[in-house]
T-cell receptor
Framework: DTEVTQTPKHLVMGMTNKKSLKCEQH?????MYWYKQKAKKPPELMFV???????INESVPSRFSPECPNSSLLNLHLHALQPEDSALYLC??????????????FGNGTRLTVT | SQKIEQNSEALNIQEGKTATLTCNYT??????LQWYRQDPGRGPVFLLL?????KEKRKERLKVTFDTTLKQSLFHITASQPADSATYLC???????????FGKGTSLLVTP
């Protein structure tokens, strides 16, 4: 088990649904990340929060909306997704907002299927 | 554009042998490089970080080298075991300083 907890583990949603992915860490890390990973591809960065502020949005469509309620929690709100958004969504944290100072700790992801 | 290249073909080796995986990069000026392990359906797990002024770093059966002139890192697993079977990802920091970019990974299969 990892120290970054993601829920749910699996999610199936229709294109008109609204759902949220949740991520929690209690390591005192001040940076949190959302990555998307398609089969046999590397993880691709979506968002970075540093000290609870959004510091990077990698041109992600607005149907994905991140939220960082506090330094331990990270949410990803989903609305009007497309089937091609089906993927493994990975949350990660690091000690501070610059990855060079500390490695990433990943959760085991939410496997999302959009029907 | 920035690229991280890892051998996309799977590497099959016999138990007990040394596995060597390669990571090449272009248009990065990294101060360090990281290696991660990923098992199917799970998130990547950090293994090692090597800085530009370190030629080599070891951790138990793992050894990483970093050649900034060749723009290459080699990742070695000595005395490999079937439990080492996984995908190994190389990662570099983007120029923004916040985003860690990953290579496609190399799948390693260690057979008894």
């Amino acid at each position: 088990d990892t120290e970054v907890t993601q829920t749910p583990k699996h999610l199936v949603m229709g294109m008109t649904n609204k759902k949220s992915l949740k991520c929690e860490q209690h390591m005192g890390h001040r940076a949190m990340y959302w990555y998307k990973q398609k089969a046999k591809k590397p993880p691709e960065l979506m968002f970075v929060y540093s000290y609870e502020k959004l510091s990077i949005n990698e041109s992600v469509p607005s149907r994905f909306s991140p939220e960082c309620p506090n330094s331990s929690l990270l949410n990803l709100h989903l609305h009007a997704l497309q089937p091609e958004d089906s993927a493994l969504y990975l949350c990660a944290s690091s000690q501070d907002g610059r990855a060079e100072n500390s490695p990433l700790h990943f959760g085991n992801g939410t496997r999302l299927t959009v029907t | 554009s920035q690229k991280i290249e890892q051998n996309s073909e799977a590497l099959n080796i016999q138990e007990g042998k040394t596995a060597t995986l390669t990571c090449n990069y272009t248009n990065y000026s990294p101060a360090y490089l990281q290696w991660y392990r990923q098992d199917p359906g799970r998130g990547p797990v950090f293994l090692l970080l090597i800085r530009e002024n370190e030629k080599e770093k070891r951790k138990e059966r793992l050894k990483v080298t970093f050649d900034t002139t060749l723009k290459q890192s080699l990742f070695h697993i000595t005395a490999s075991q079937p439990a080492d079977s996984a995908t190994y990802l190389c990662a570099l920091l983007s120029n923004s300083g916040y985003a860690l970019n990953f290579g496609k990974g190399t799948s390693l299969l260690v057979t008894p």
